[in-house]
């Protein structure tokens, strides 16, 4: 029974490339949670995606982050033109429902470096 | 802004001993209080979670207390193991998902 599923594990951009993130949620599992960890602090919020639709992005950064949740596939965090602030573990979370006792389970994270 | 503040942010604690780490928050609309257990290289992973309709929840030797009126919360683990040295981040909802996490707690057991 595998756990949500990240990758790559590790990505080295340099300054002004794309950085894609992919997130295979746990199996029966349709709603998906992404969060970024910068060094020495918690994980932030980023977006709440259910499969097709974006619930809440409040979290996104409002240029050049975008994220989706296809009918079918993983879920993609997509950063364009990234920057040395970009450098950041992003972990996705997935859960059964989006409703109340709605535990969410991590994944490894995915590492970006920008050099 | 950090919405939840957590400390100390590093521990170091003898194989036995009880570990403590406190939080506190701002926003009296959270009503679901998690702590997580975060290993180098992994995921975190859902160690104990409360609302605050309790003030103790106990889990083995894990035990969360939440003092509503002081709008803190606290995770102590009793009979510390080496296997129990990890980062410990508490967090905060209100809605169930959009969870506000502290800083984290590095805890290290000595054998």
């Known amino acids: 029974n595998a756990g949500v599923m990240q990758n790559p594990r590790h990505l080295v951009r340099r300054r002004g490339q794309e950085a894609r993130l992919r997130c295979s949620p746990m199996k029966g599992h349709s709603h998906v949670y992404w969060y970024r960890q910068l060094p020495e602090e918690g994980l932030k919020f980023m977006v709440y995606l259910q499969k097709e639709n974006i619930i809440d992005e409040s979290g996104m950064p409002k240029e050049r982050f975008s994220a989706e949740f296809p009918k079918e596939g993983p879920s993609i965090l997509r950063i364009q033109q990234v920057v040395r602030g970009d450098s950041a573990a992003y972990f996705c979370?997935?859960?059964?429902?989006?409703?109340?006792?709605?535990?969410?389970?991590f994944g490894p994270g995915t590492r970006l470096t920008v050099l | 802004q950090q919405q939840v503040k957590q400390s100390p942010q590093s521990l170091i604690v003898q194989k036995g001993g009880i570990s403590i780490i406190n939080c506190a928050y701002e926003?009296?609309?959270?009503?679901?209080f998690p702590w997580y257990q975060q290993f180098p290289g992994k995921g975190p992973a859902l160690l104990i979670a409360?609302?605050?309709?309790?003030s103790e929840k106990k889990e083995g030797r894990f035990t969360i207390s939440f003092n509503k009126s002081a709008k803190q919360f606290s995770l102590h683990i009793m009979d510390s193991q080496p296997g129990d040295s990890a980062t410990y981040f508490c967090a905060a909802s209100k809605d169930d998902y959009k969870l506000s996490f502290g800083a984290g707690t590095t805890v290290t057991v000595r054998a």
């Open positions: 409360i609302r605050p309709d309790v």
């Open positions: 979370a997935s859960s059964p429902t989006g409703g109340y006792n709605n535990e969410q389970f």
């Open positions: 926003n009296t609309a959270f009503d679901y």
